[in-house]
């Protein structure tokens, strides 16, 4: 393993640890104009979001509606729409083939399975981040360090396999003197390929394990300078209850 990624691994709760995870359910708020744009605004205020931490599961309650719940699994693609009382609203298979094959971030609409599909995915790997990095297929190793505001952050170059749904294959975590994440880069494949420059702050220590709390989504240039002036992407994360076995 990776030297880097032992002692990131190390700072965020340990391997072992991770092991006996059996469920994570967070209480957390995206916001920002990115989900106006798609015809959705202040559809992932106040969620609940429960996830397996060790296979691509993760709901997102209430989606659209107090009474609705999304679904995302894996193996194959699934996302589904539930009533609280398990009812089938919605349902589509391989919804990462729906996505409009142009796009233009102030005017593409997305629909409701869309855009659960894009925010489940992308929060099932920031939630089970750096412990997914060690799962069958994802390759992690270290790259040249990244220089920024003064402070020197060491580098994770991860590279994930088709069976895990995320933003875009290849990736880049960013990680300060106390191995925790400050930025990660992406570019993600169902809005065009934008670089993404994405900012951890704040980290709290819930039941043992080390998470961002606020999380902002900003664009960077061709030399990997990001502008901070405008985030298109809030994240805030209230809560999260881990369980074991």
Do not use: C
């Amino acid at each position: 393993m990776d030297r880097l990624l032992t002692s990131v691994l190390d700072a965020h709760g340990g391997l072992q640890n991770w092991a006996k995870v059996t469920k994570l359910t967070a209480e957390m708020t995206l916001g920002g104009p990115f989900w106006g744009a798609r015809g959705w605004p202040g559809v992932f205020d106040r969620q609940t979001v429960t996830a397996d931490p060790h296979r691509q599961h993760i709901t997102f309650s209430p989606f659209t509606a107090e009474r609705y719940t999304s679904v995302l699994d894996v193996a194959p693609e699934r996302v589904a729409l539930t009533t609280s009382d398990g009812r089938m609203v919605q349902e589509r298979l391989n919804p990462r083939e729906s996505f409009p094959t142009v796009f233009d971030p102030f005017t593409t609409p997305w629909d409701a399975i869309q855009v659960a599909y894009f925010t489940s995915g992308a929060v099932w790997n920031y939630l089970t981040a750096p412990f997914v990095f060690v799962q069958s297929g994802v390759i992690a190793t270290e790259i040249d360090p990244w220089t920024e505001d003064g402070q020197i952050w060491r580098r994770l170059a991860v590279s994930f396999p088709t069976s895990i749904a995320n933003h875009n294959a290849d990736q880049t975590f960013y990680y300060d003197e106390s191995f925790l994440l400050r930025r990660m880069d992406y570019s993600p494949d169902v809005t065009g390929k934008p670089p993404v420059a994405h900012y951890a702050f704040d980290h709290k220590t819930f039941d043992g394990f080390v998470f961002p709390t606020r999380r902002r989504v900003f664009l960077h240039d061709a030399d990997g300078i990001a502008d901070q002036g405008f985030a298109p992407i809030t994240i805030d994360l209230a809560s999260v209850k881990v369980e074991r076995r």
